[in-house]
């Protein structure tokens, strides 16, 4: 199985910053990872796929990039609404596992 | 609206079993890809399993392989998981989704039905 590393585990930053997330996968994925935030108390929501196509309706201040074993997904300008944990996650194979999250605070 | 429902959650003891519904509204179900996941307490997501559009291909993660089934009724729009001799380790939410066509990225989400194991 592939075993994902996602760092940093938390993460406080102020309002404008620019914040970066990083995934180390222990084999190759090609581009075959995507990232979700998550809000306390609800859903997943789909942020990123392929590592660096980046789903409708989401902020072009989210951007990932990477391939093989390095991902990151940044963030720039933050807000106050990006308030979340963080997910990475294995798409090219089964188990799709997802990385440990990065809980963000401003 | 695309929409995706849980159901079935609840108190089980340790040994139990239960089974989860989540039903599919809004979207082609049988066409997709579908996919548990859940989140212990306080905890990270964790991926349990998928099934193909057609029930050729299931897969689970080994936490689960061997106590938990998934399955789906495309007639119905509705997908399963069948979790029999349930452990404390068990208990989350259980969240259902549904991933883009082709891959594994989930793009739609229930809510979440809520799993209690507890003696």
């Known amino acids: 199985d592939i075993q994902v590393t996602q760092s940093p585990s938390s993460l406080s930053a102020s309002v404008g910053d620019r914040v970066t997330i990083s995934c180390r996968t222990s084999?190759?994925?090609?581009?075959?990872l995507a990232w979700y935030q998550q809000k306390p108390g609800e859903a997943p929501k789909l942020l990123i796929s392929?590592?660096?196509r980046l789903q409708s309706g989401v902020p072009s201040r989210f951007s990932g990039s990477g391939s093989d074993i390095d991902f990151t997904l940044t963030i720039n300008d933050l807000q106050p609404d990006d308030i979340a944990t963080y997910y990475c996650?294995?798409?090219?194979?089964?188990?799709?596992?997802f990385g440990q999250g990065t809980k963000l605070e401003i | 609206e695309v929409q995706l429902v849980e159901s079935g959650g609840g108190l089980v003891k340790p040994g139990g079993s239960l089974r989860l519904s989540c039903a599919a509204s809004?979207?082609?179900?049988?066409?997709?890809?579908m996919h548990w996941v859940r989140q212990a307490p306080g905890k990270g997501l964790e991926w349990v399993s998928a099934?193909?559009?057609?029930?050729?291909?299931?897969s689970y993660a080994a936490s689960v392989k061997g106590r938990f089934t998934i399955s789906r009724d495309n007639a119905g729009n509705t997908l399963y998981l069948q979790m029999n001799n349930l452990a404390v380790d068990d208990w989350a939410v259980y969240f259902c989704?549904?991933?883009?066509?082709?891959?594994?990225?989930?793009?739609?989400w229930g809510k979440g039905t809520s799993v209690i194991v507890s003696s």
């Open positions: 989704a549904r991933a883009l066509l082709g891959g594994a990225e989930l793009d739609v």
């Open positions: 809004g979207f082609a179900f049988n066409g997709y890809s």
């Open positions: 099934i193909g559009s057609r029930s050729r291909s299931i």
């Open positions: 084999q190759g994925l090609s581009e075959w």
């Open positions: 392929a590592a660096s």
């Open positions: 996650q294995v798409t090219s194979r089964s188990p799709h596992t």
